[in-house]
């Protein structure tokens, strides 16, 4: 059983950076890939980045890539989103999941987080 808690949404100014965190507990997290999804008002939850166990592979969403960088310190049970240069359209809550790979399918991610709110006005 793993436990997730984001935090770090907020609102800001097109262009700004962001990070997110979500802190893990449960004594199985390291051995989990992490991702980040996203769900905008009315539209579905979308895949954004994703982390291998041991953080040596990453995978993005083509929104992402450029802009985002994924990462995860084991040693602190957590992962993080940095998010650069952000636009109107990356408003959305911003979940943490734990799954078996760093695939983008949400059925592969076991368990999740409650959400954290990110607002970017132009």
């Known amino acids: 059983q793993v436990q997730l808690v984001e935090s770090g949404g907020g609102s800001v100014q097109a262009g700004a950076s962001l990070r997110l965190s979500c802190a893990a507990s449960g004594r199985t997290y390291s051995s989990y890939a992490m991702g980040w999804f996203r769900q905008a008002p009315g539209k579905e939850r979308e895949f954004v980045a994703a982390?291998?166990?041991?953080?040596?592979?990453?995978n993005y969403a083509d929104s992402a890539k450029g802009r985002f960088t994924i990462s995860r310190d084991n040693a602190k049970n957590t992962v993080y989103l940095l998010m650069n240069s952000l636009k109107p359209e990356d408003t959305a809550v911003y979940y943490c999941a734990a799954g078996r790979t760093t695939s983008q399918p949400m059925g592969l991610y076991d368990y999740w987080g409650q959400g954290t709110q990110v607002t970017v006005s132009s």
């Open positions: 982390v291998s166990s041991s953080g040596a592979t990453t």
